[in-house]
T-cell receptor, first 114, second 114 residues
Framework: QQQVKQSPQSLIVQKGGISIINCAYE??????FPWYQQFPGKGPALLIA?????SEKKEGRFTISFNKSAKQFSLHIMDSQPGDSATYFC?????????????FGEGTQLTVNP | DGGITQSPKYLFRKEGQNVTLSCEQN?????MYWYRQDPGQGLRLIYY???????QKGDIAEGYSVSREKKESFPLTVTSAQKNPTAFYLC?????????????FGQGTRLTVV
């Protein structure tokens, strides 16, 4: 049972363009939504995260938009660079779980062409 | 240099053999996790532990076993009962803050059954 669905599976963007990755969740008990970035052969690393009490969070070129009523959230990468080429995972967790027991989306492989 | 160390990076196993993947952390985190990563399926939780000598099954625990004898160590054994063990295995750790702790990942172990 996939509780977090992510799209697209792959994305190709030109340098300087905007990359947009979307996720939808089913469990309304989720209240923490991080995005992880993974380079080939490496473990994922936290990129940015949001709680549902805000609709948007921005850190540098990375922005999360959150729509609680639609149960959707998205990652926007502005001015995309070749160094952003990686696999991106959205995730979610519930407040009653201690630590970081995360449910992940399927991942999006982003390629930024120079 | 704090972090999570997984070893080996690559592992080959013959069918019918058990194999143990190592995970060590020096971040003083209470919680540790094992995820399995397959192409197009994201990361799926195998086992997690919030305290020494205690652990819980995740979403895909069948064919795997773990131990948590020390806070720093959380080894994963892939048994011969695991029907499709070839995958990229990721170990992670976090503090025990409720539901929104950042997960720190190791570099992963790529297991191939030959």
């Amino acid at each position: 049972q996939q509780q977090v669905k992510q799209s697209p599976q792959s994305l190709i963007v030109q340098k300087g363009g905007i990359s947009i990755i979307n996720c939808a969740y089913e469990n309304t008990a989720f209240d923490y939504f991080p995005w992880y970035q993974q380079f080939p052969g490496k473990g994922p690393a936290l990129l940015i995260a949001i709680r549902p009490d805000v609709s948007e969070k921005k850190e540098g070129r990375f922005t999360i938009s959150f729509n609680k009523s639609a149960k959707q959230f998205s990652l926007h990468i502005m001015d995309s660079q070749p160094g952003d080429s990686a696999t991106y995972f959205c995730a979610a967790s519930r407040p009653e779980t201690s630590g970081s027991r995360l449910t992940f989306g399927e991942g999006t492989q982003l390629t930024v062409n120079p | 240099d704090g972090g999570i160390t997984q070893s080996p990076k690559y592992l080959f196993r013959k069918e019918g053999q058990n194999v143990t993947l190592s995970c060590e952390q020096n971040l003083n985190h209470d919680a540790m996790y094992w995820y399995r990563q397959d192409p197009g399926q994201g990361l799926r939780l195998i086992y997690y532990s919030q305290i020494v000598n205690d652990f819980q099954k995740g979403d895909i625990a069948e064919g795997y076993s773990v131990s948590r004898e020390k806070k720093e160590s959380f080894p994963l054994t892939v048994t011969s009962a695991q029907k499709n063990p070839t995958a990229f295995y990721l170990c992670a750790s976090s503090i025990l803050a409720a539901g929104n702790a950042e997960a720190f990942f190791g570099q992963g172990t790529r297991l191939t059954v030959v």
